[in-house]
């Protein structure tokens, strides 16, 4: 923990203080002039020159003009100090802590780590100026200053900035440790943000350099869920096995670890390979041979039959969202504001290899601007028979996914639809959004609720297109027990 220490004060230059205090009075005034109520005279003006005021700030830092305080910044790894001259009003109306620390001394030296005594003129160009511009590496010191020295408004900010660049590209990823900083400083949303986002965005991770600085509790929790998007769970095993090779934890963790992998979403053939060639498997076979035999069963039987004997109501029979062909498929509509449009593709009936020869057909209904029922037009009783006109900025998208046939093989099975929604941010294609449903989107309250698909420049629209990826996933059902 960085440790606060100063020196006896030192004679305060008053006329330095006095010109803090009228440069801030001065602020405040132009502030309260901006709001003031001109009384609807049209030869009234606002004369706004705060841009001028927070320059004058700017420079009473940089220069040290009228300084009555002095910070000295100090490393662990240096002898040297960095030297700030600083106003005490200034700092103190930020900071509740710099307003403590000014009440004994006005020479205070400060002792941070290298990362925050990297960003620490920033820091203090914020309590001059209320704005600074930071980079991905400096989100988190600055974010450390804030807290420590309890500047809320920067705190809040730099939360805010962390959570809308998470798509950001760097050389060695961020959105890993933004969330590991997440979880130690207890930031609830921070840490739900950068998790959907790794859930969502997990194949780009997988193959990055990010993927190796990955926890252990950080990696159980991402194994624990089903919206995880990659091509296909044996793409997760392979990074899985990846990044035990690296960590080399224990084996009861490696272990649990292992148990978290959905081997029934394997193909036969991809699994007999396994047992055989992967130096992981065989050294904690014995952790998961009841999993890899329950899987070969799976594929053996039919479902309808299996879900007699075995509970399939459990997560390791429920697939991700798979971006492989044989799950889903990608539409991409040019133009979507236009008119309706329609589409249809072919998916596997399900993952057992015993339905591998049978195919489902799929048709798809996009309408950009859909009436529900109580906004559609109702006729009136009057004479002149007038209809109340919907306004077409009522409608909104909605999109429909039936099959295009009924089937006896359909029983014991339900189709959750997940439709994946790309965005281009910071020049990458992501996924912003994920919704899930049994038909239509209506039972999605806001299905692309934010999308202003009018608008050509809406974040939503790539190229003036629509980008969706969508996922048909098998729910099977327990049925009749068999007595044993």
């Known amino acids: 923990m960085a ?26 005034t132009v502030q309260a ?52 001259h600083t106003h005490q009003l200034l700092l103190s109306l930020q900071s509740e802590v710099f307003e403590s620390l000014f009440r004994n001394q006005s020479v205070i030296t400060l002792y941070e780590p290298p990362e925050t005594a990297a960003v620490f003129e920033k820091f203090i160009r914020y309590l001059y100026c209320g704005g600074v511009s930071i980079l991905l590496h ?85 194994l624990e869920r089903s919206d995880l998007v990659l091509h296909s769970e044996l793409e997760l095993y392979t990074a899985v096995e990846s990044w035990l090779g690296r960590w080399q934890p224990e084996g009861p963790v490696a272990e649990r670890v292992l148990r978290a992998i959905r081997y029934p979403m394997i193909a036969p053939s991809q699994l007999f390979q396994l047992q055989t060639r992967s130096a992981v498997l065989a050294r904690h076979y014995s952790a998961v041979q009841d999993l890899l035999f329950q899987a070969f069963q799976f594929h053996a039987a039919s479902p309808l039959h299996f879900a007699k004997y075995f509970d399939v109501n459990c997560s390791m029979f429920l697939p991700r969202n798979y971006l492989a062909p044989s799950w889903g498929s990608q539409w991409v509509i040019n133009n979507p504001a236009r008119d309706d449009r329609s589409t249809s593709f072919q998916t596997q009936l399900g993952p057992s290899s015993h339905d591998a020869g049978k195919r489902v057909t799929w048709n798809v209904l996009f309408s ?117």
Not at 4 to 28: E, I, M, S, V, Y
Not at 372 to 395: F, H, K, N, T
Not at 430 to 448: G, I, M, N, P, R
């Open 138 to 222: 400096q989100a988190i010191p600055m974010h450390q200053l804030a807290s420590k020295y309890r500047v809320w408004g920067l705190q809040r900010g730099v939360a805010d900035y962390m959570k809308s660049h998470l798509a950001s590209e760097s050389s060695q990823g961020h959105v890993v440790g933004w969330y590991h900083y997440a979880v130690r400083i207890g930031d609830a949303a921070l840490q739900e943000s950068c998790l959907q986002f790794l859930a969502w965005n997990l194949s780009a991770v997988l193959g990055s350099a990010e993927w190796g600085s990955v926890s252990v509790e950080l990696l159980l929790l991402l």
């Open 33 to 84: 002039a901006q709001k003031a109520d001109l009384s609807g005279d049209t030869t009234a003006a606002t004369i706004n020159h705060s841009l001028t005021l927070l320059q004058r700030l700017q420079e009473l830092l940089q220069n040290g003009n009228g300084s009555d305080a002095v910070l000295r910044v100090r490393t662990a790894a240096s002898d040297e100090a960095k030297v700030f």
């Open 368 to 484: 950009p601007r859909w009436l529900p029922i109580s906004l559609r037009p109702v006729y009136s009783d009057s004479v002149s028979g007038a209809v109340q006109p919907a306004r077409i900025e009522d409608g909104r998208p909605r999109l429909v996914i039936t099959p295009a046939m009924s089937s006896p093989d359909f029983a014991g099975v339900s189709f959750q639809k997940t439709v994946l929604v790309g965005v281009r941010q910071q020049g990458r294609v992501l996924v912003k959004h994920a919704y899930s449903f049994h038909q239509s989107s209506d039972e999605v309250a806001d299905f692309l609720a934010h999308a202003d698909l009018q608008k050509r420049t809406s974040e939503y629209l790539i190229d003036n297109s629509l980008h969706l990826h969508i996922i048909i996933k098998p729910i099977y059902h327990s049925l009749i027990k068999a007595k044993k």
């Open 3 to 28: 440790r606060l220490t100063g020196t006896r004060p030192a004679p305060a230059r008053r006329w330095g203080c006095t010109t803090a205090a009228f440069l801030l009075l001065l602020l405040l």
